[in-house]
């Protein structure tokens, strides 16, 4: 039975192998994960598998995220785990925050779409579809105008209503074509813009085999060719967050001959080398991931899942109890990347919650715990003999940065926990046209604040705008 074989790989692996990383990473991680081991293969839930049903699955995911959280139980807090809300802050704050998040939830925006959103603040606004070379049925928003095209791209777990829920004084789609841009809203494959497929429904297992290696690969051509077609250009500028830098240092590496179309990369919280992910969620799910993407590949669950008891264990953990870490942690993606309270906007965040998580795949996550975990920015591992067959060897290929040749900026801040300054750093030295990389001066400004910050008009986007008419 596959799952009783996969078992007993994580048994294998924790008991032997690569327990010394493991233990590295995180201490104690190996020892808990073989006890834990233990209790999996006497589960019912596992033993009634082979006849799979909505609720088995259910239990199977439960069950297995049971090993990383039982890991983050093992470790000490205080060692490599930022937590996100200290008992100090929170007695001042709470009041306060408990007061502006209600009132935030009477915001009507809460129930609108990205599309209504759009005209509703008073821009015009259009939807295309896209299908890629692989039949992926991709939705694009555009605010469409006469000027210099801008492709904005969201980054995991986001969407196109990344660019817009800010609100109108500060989404970045807003004051961009405020200036006049034309402003085009990409969505990957799998977020809740795009879940159709030529051939497969979003209920196949075969419609979530995808990182975003296939996301920089097809998705990311397609979009580009047709914004650049229906506007009748022959290069864009292009603005990433987090995963839409990921995707495009794949795509500009895989398939050069796109770095033409692109006259400026901007780059915020730049994700590629991730030695040094400080992200819990990341750093736990990296060295049990890829099981668990083959494991739950093996039952057909492939969408990855936010309601899991993972999420709920690192929220007790990370977060603690009390109003303020039941609101903030309940939401997967500050949950995965962090936030600061400095820049959030706690009147706005009911309209965030309401927008996103917007969907990915299990597999996405599995793809950045190998990075954390080899140091390299390199294609999906599928194990020795599986790369072999798909690769033509051992190892995974890395992706050739020195094939980017289209101007890059990267933008990062000390307190990213995805984007690591000194990852920044590696991934600047090897890029042979970094033509800018900026430090935010702002002390615990995170992975998020790239999107949402209180201040984003003077601390982003003031700067950026004045390097988009540089290019
Ligand atoms: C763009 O459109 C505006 C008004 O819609 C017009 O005034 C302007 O001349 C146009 N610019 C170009 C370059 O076509
Ligand atoms: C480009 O646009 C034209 C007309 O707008 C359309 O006929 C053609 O199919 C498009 N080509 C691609 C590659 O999208
Ligand atoms: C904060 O959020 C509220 C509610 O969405 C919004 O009205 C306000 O403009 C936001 N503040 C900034 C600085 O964007
Ligand atoms: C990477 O790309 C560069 C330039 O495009 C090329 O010269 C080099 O041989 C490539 N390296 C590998 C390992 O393929």
Redesign the pocket.
């Known amino acids: 039975m596959a799952i009783i074989k996969h078992l007993f790989i994580i048994a294998i692996v924790s008991a032997g192998g690569r327990a010394q990383l493991a233990d590295f990473l995180f201490p104690g991680l190996a020892h808990t994960a073989r006890s834990i081991t233990g209790a999996l293969a006497s589960q019912p839930a596992l033993q009634a598998a082979s006849q799979a049903s909505g609720n088995v699955l259910a239990s199977i995911v439960n069950v297995l995220t049971a090993v990383p959280i039982a890991a983050a139980r093992s470790l000490n807090p205080s060692v490599n785990f930022p937590s996100l809300i200290s008992d100090s802050n929170i007695v001042d704050y709470s009041e306060n925050f408990i007061a502006d998040f209600n009132s ?1 939830s009477r ?1 009507e ?1 809460v129930r609108l779409n990205v599309g209504e959103l759009i005209l509703k603040y008073g821009y015009p606004m259009e939807r295309h579809k896209v299908v890629t070379e692989d039949g992926y049925i991709l939705q694009m928003y555009r605010i469409p105008s006469n000027g210099t095209v801008v492709f904005l791209m969201h980054g995991m777990l986001g969407s196109a209503d990344d660019y817009v829920i ?5 989404g970045m789609a807003y004051l961009l074509a405020s200036e006049g841009y034309d402003v085009w809203l990409g969505n990957a494959r799998g977020n809740k813009h795009s879940r159709h497929h030529t051939e497969f429904k979003s209920s196949d297992a075969l419609f979530w085999d995808f990182s975003w290696h296939e996301i920089g690969c097809y998705d990311l051509p397609a979009m580009i060719d047709y914004a650049l077609n229906t506007t009748e250009q022959t290069s864009l500028k292009y603005i990433g967050h987090s995963q839409g830098t990921t995707s495009f240092f794949v795509m500009a590496s895989e398939k050069p001959e796109y770095n033409e179309k692109i006259s400026l990369m901007v780059a915020l919280s730049p994700v590629a080398f991730m030695t040094h992910v400080t992200a819990p969620f990341i750093k736990l799910l990296a060295p049990t991931g890829t099981l668990l993407h083959g494991l739950l590949k093996s039952i057909g669950v492939y969408e990855f899942l936010p309601d899991s008891s993972l999420t709920r264990a690192l929220k007790q953990l990370m977060c603690g109890n009390g109003p303020v870490a039941e609101i903030l942690c309940s939401n997967v993606l500050f949950l995965s990347v962090g936030f600061g309270f400095d820049q959030l ?1 706690v ?2 965040l009911p ?1 965030i919650f309401a927008h996103m998580p917007s969907g990915s795949s299990a597999k996405q996550f599995a793809h950045y715990g190998q990075g954390v975990l080899s140091g390299e920015f390199r294609q999906f591992d599928y194990g020795s003999t599986e790369n072999v067959r798909r690769y033509g060897s051992s190892q995974p290929p890395k992706y050739n940065l020195s094939n980017i040749v289209a101007p890059v900026s990267l933008w990062y801040s000390e307190a990213d926990w995805m984007s690591h300054p000194t990852d920044v750093s590696e991934l600047y030295s090897k890029l042979n046209n970094a033509i800018d990389i900026y430090k935010v001066p702002i002390e615990r400004f995170n992975h998020l604040d790239f999107l949402w910050a ?4 003077n601390i982003i986007y003031q700067r950026l705008r004045k390097l988009l008419t540089y290019f």
Do not use: L, R, Y
Not at 166 to 170: D, I, K, L, Q, Y
Not at 454 to 457: A, H, P, R, S, V
């Open positions: 935030g915001n925006d800010a609100g109108p004084e500060s906007n009147t706005n309209v209180k201040d984003f008009k």
